[in-house]
């Protein structure tokens, strides 16, 4: 069964570096997500992403944030600059077709960022 | 705004108890529901869903029944096993518009003890 992936399992940084999490979606799914659980919190959207350009983001997906498809098959989301507060596991998903509530959003396993 | 609220946690039941786990909604237009479950170390997975009002969503004994005039969607499973220990997620999905992202609750973790 296909089903996302997510590298790595676990990032740890130090304040104020660069990290890149990658994801892998269903190969024929034409729309992806990243989504962010902070500890003990509830999982919050961030980014919503469709032809090769942001769909619709969140207030938390600042300046600091961005996403890129940099061939057919890999998704990533960069921080330029890691805060404290963004410590949290972060979720890819992707889904077939947008614009029906009928459209079921598959999940990656998730990356634990860490920042120290 | 829009947003999810469910039972808080956490919730300690006895293998073959009955569980219900409350959630309500308050989102424009009309949504289609969600519950997804994370069982520990994994992701989310969808456990069940229902598009509109009236529709049961159903799936490995768990149900929930989307209520529009009381905006619920409560999850139910009439004996509950030492397997489905996890955190439950109620999520709504805006249809049409420019709205697709998945609104979440704070989750529900569910203990079952044998």
């Known amino acids: 069964e296909p089903e996302v992936t997510q590298t790595p399992s676990h990032q740890v940084t130090q304040m104020g570096q660069e990290v890149i999490l990658r994801c892998v979606p269903i190969?024929?799914?034409?729309?992806f997500y990243w989504y962010r659980q902070i500890l003990g919190q509830k999982v919050e959207f961030l980014v919503s992403?469709?032809?090769?350009?942001?769909?619709?983001k969140s207030e938390i997906f600042d300046d600091q944030f961005s996403v890129e498809r940099p061939d057919g098959s890999n998704f990533t989301l960069k921080i330029r600059s890691t805060k404290l507060e963004d410590s949290a596991m972060y979720f890819c998903?992707?889904?077939?077709?947008f614009g029906t509530g009928s459209n079921e959003q598959f999940f990656g396993p998730g990356t634990r960022l860490t920042v120290l | 705004g829009n947003s999810v609220t469910q039972m808080e946690g956490p919730v300690t039941l006895s293998e073959e108890a009955f569980l219900t786990i409350n959630c309500t909604y308050t989102?424009?237009?009309?949504?289609?529901l969600f519950w997804y479950v994370q069982y520990p170390g994994e992701g989310l997975q969808l456990l069940l869903k229902?598009?509109?009002?009236?529709d049961k969503g159903s799936n490995k004994g768990f149900e929930a029944t989307y209520r529009k005039e009381t905006t619920s969607f409560h999850l139910e499973k009439g004996s509950v096993q030492v397997s489905d220990s996890a955190v439950y997620f109620c999520?709504?999905?805006?249809?049409?518009?420019?709205?697709?992202?998945?609104?979440f609750g704070k989750g529900t973790l569910l203990t079952v003890n044998p």
């Open positions: 998903a992707s889904s077939g077709s």
């Open positions: 190969s024929n799914h034409l729309y």
């Open positions: 992403f469709y032809n090769n350009e942001i769909s619709e």
């Open positions: 989102a424009t237009g009309y949504p289609s």
């Open positions: 229902a598009t509109k009002a009236d």
């Open positions: 999520a709504f999905l805006n249809s049409g518009g420019s709205n697709y992202k998945l609104t």
